[in-house]
């Protein structure tokens, strides 16, 4: 049965956190203003305290308010001539609404030693907070351009790591295809025993067509259905070599991460040789890190290059080339994408001949839907 794709994440709401931001924010401005103004010009604390707290009690919804218009309206080349005139509206009403606060509030707080005129207030509102507002506007339009930025990049990366997967699955359909159209005529039998093969390998990948990541076992299992395969078609001189130690299966691992690396060894390393040739899959825990490593006995990496250029015909020269580094190229952008620098692929050439393809990731459980 086909497992549903893993549904997109949904972006937490931001006006929780903007809230909890901007009352923070102000309630330390206010303690701040009262402290410095009691040592400064000797007015008790809790007296300036209970000026500065409600001054910067009505700043939290302003400044949420200036979040918002970022969010909805922000000021961009296409949007700017409707976006400016509501945030200019939205800047005076705030000046008017402060400076009615002012009046209204007066009289029971005393914000002037005297009774002002509207006009006085009206022009202190506009000193103190025409621009204050719109520098809460901008870091607003700071923050969501930097949440989008962040979006849009986890959005992409997901889009290049199903891309980079989709590229796997006709790569090695097409090899294992063009194995058994060779077996049709001359091993009919055989031909038949390896379309049951591909079928199950078939229906071990694209089980999991749909996520990135699966555990360890689950990994192996399509590489033994793979290899299974291979088999059939090199007959005694393939030898497959399982190291797996039993503490990595529940590791969580790329989908299709080993595969192309021992079609890689079968295909580049192994296919030249004339005598049987051995691939060792080795699995181990190593701490906090998970070590994979496919290694070959084959001619090597130099050696299948010298031999890809000796091919008469430039297609097929073309295709060893090409194809032995698909899945090399596939395999090191997907762990990019996915672990960053937390991940490290090497290539090293082994003694007297053989290549070895290795890879560290952080060990992590998979974790069971």
């Known amino acids: 049965m086909r497992s549903a794709p893993t549904p997109s994440p949904v972006p937490a709401s931001p006006w929780g956190s903007w809230w909890l931001i901007s009352g923070a924010w102000w309630t330390l401005n206010a303690v701040t203003h009262a402290s410095s103004r009691a040592s400064m010009n000797g007015v008790p604390f809790l007296e300036a305290a209970k000026y500065d707290s409600i001054s910067a ?192 299966l529940g590791a969580t691992v790329p989908h299709l991460l080993l595969q192309p690396l021992v079609e890689n060894a079968i295909r580049h390393g192994l296919a030249p040789l004339s005598r049987t040739g051995t691939v060792e899959i080795r699995t181990e825990r190593r701490g906090a890190s998970l070590h994979l490593s496919v290694r070959d006995d084959g001619v090597g990496m130099d050696a299948a290059r010298h031999a890809a250029s000796m091919l008469p015909s430039p297609i097929a020269r073309d295709d060893l080339t090409a194809s032995s580094g698909v899945g090399l190229r596939n395999t090191q952008a997907r762990l990019q994408q996915l672990y960053g620098d937390a991940h490290r692929l090497t290539l090293d050439a082994r003694e007297p001949q053989g290549l070895d393809v290795s890879i560290i990731l952080p060990f992590r459980p998979f974790a069971r839907s």
Do not use: C
């Open 57 to 248: 009690a009505l700043w939290v919804p302003f400044t949420v308010l200036a979040f918002w218009l970022a969010e909805r309206a922000p000021v961009t080349r296409r949007t700017w001539t409707r976006a400016v005139p509501l945030v200019l509206g939205s800047t005076a009403l705030v000046v008017l609404a402060r400076a009615l606060f002012v009046m209204v509030t007066d009289p029971v707080i005393h914000w002037y030693p005297a009774p002002p005129a509207f006009r006085e207030v009206f022009i202190t509102s506009v000193a103190n907070n025409f621009f204050l507002f719109l520098l809460f506007v901008g870091a607003g339009h700071g923050l969501v351009y930097a949440r989008r930025m962040r979006e849009r990049e986890e959005l992409l990366a997901r889009a290049e790591l199903r891309h980079l997967k989709a590229q796997l699955h006709p790569h090695f359909l097409f090899n294992t295809l063009n194995a058994i159209s060779a077996y049709v005529r001359a091993e009919p039998d055989t031909a038949v025993q390896m379309i049951a093969r591909l079928s199950t390998l078939l229906r071990h990948a694209l089980q999991r067509a749909g996520t990135q990541e699966v555990s360890l076992e689950e990994e192996l299992s399509i590489v033994a259905a793979y290899v299974d395969i291979e088999q059939l078609r090199f007959d005694d001189r393939l030898r497959v070599v399982w190291q797996v130690a039993p503490d990595t």
